[in-house]
């Protein structure tokens, strides 16, 4: 299995853009994680999806922050329009029920 | 104060030595997990507990449910541990809270 497979793995984008990270979680795992990793803040769950339905986005900062997960397979984490502070590390990760989770590679963010 | 607390933030071993970094938690939790994560970044899942031990390879992993208190040992410790080793609560709902981790450098 190739795991959980983010894209890009690095984004640098000018304040005001919209930036779109994917999420591809591993197959038949039913609950998907949306995390954002800072200096100041450590890791922080923006929000999670069970069975594709979001279930707890309490962690999802301002209404700039969007997620969605159409399918099984895919889910993305959308900012418009992004500001300097946005500026993590951003982790997708996938577990098959309440246990393990398996982390992907990350997306490093860099808005200037 | 902070619901998973981790010490030390910081620790610098030699070579061989066995080291331990402790997590607490003040909230109610159906499993802990430790992870690592590597200058590279990515993060790995390393144990996975909700009561007793667990052992893989050089790591020992234990936890008192009711003390609300984890411990992760690492024996003969190597460079290659070096590492940010995070302990992360799931409280119920499937939800991890983190502690702010501890940045282990091994020198040899």
């Known amino acids: 299995d190739a795991g959980v497979i983010q894209s890009p793995r690095h984004e640098v984008t000018e304040m005001g853009q919209e930036v779109t990270l994917r999420c591809k979680p591993i197959s038949g795992h039913n609950s998907l994680f949306w995390y954002r990793q800072t200096m100041m803040r450590g890791l922080e769950l923006l929000i999670y999806?069970?069975?594709?339905?979001?279930?707890?986005d309490s962690g999802m900062p301002e209404d700039r922050f969007s997620a969605k997960m159409p399918n099984a397979s895919f889910s993305t984490l959308k900012i418009q329009p992004s500001e300097p502070r946005d500026s993590a590390v951003y982790f997708c990760a996938s577990t098959p029920g309440p246990g393990e989770q398996y982390f992907g590679p990350g997306t490093r963010l860099t808005v200037t | 104060k902070n619901e998973v607390e981790q010490s030390p933030q910081n620790l610098t071993a030699q070579e061989g030595e066995f080291i331990t970094i402790n997590c607490s938690y003040s909230v109610g939790i159906s499993a802990l997990h430790w992870l690592q994560q590597h200058p590279g970044g990515g993060i790995v899942s390393l144990f996975m507990?909700?009561?007793g031990k667990k052992k893989h390879g050089r790591l020992i992993a234990t936890i008192n449910i009711q003390e609300k208190h984890s411990s992760l040992h690492i024996t003969a410790s190597h460079p290659r541990d070096s590492a940010v080793y995070i302990c992360?609560?799931?409280?119920?709902?499937?939800?991890?809270?983190f502690g702010a981790g501890t940045i282990l450098r091994v020198k040899s």
């Open positions: 999806f069970n069975n594709n339905v979001p279930i707890d």
């Open positions: 507990l909700s009561s």
């Open positions: 992360a609560v799931l409280s119920y709902g499937n939800k991890l809270v």
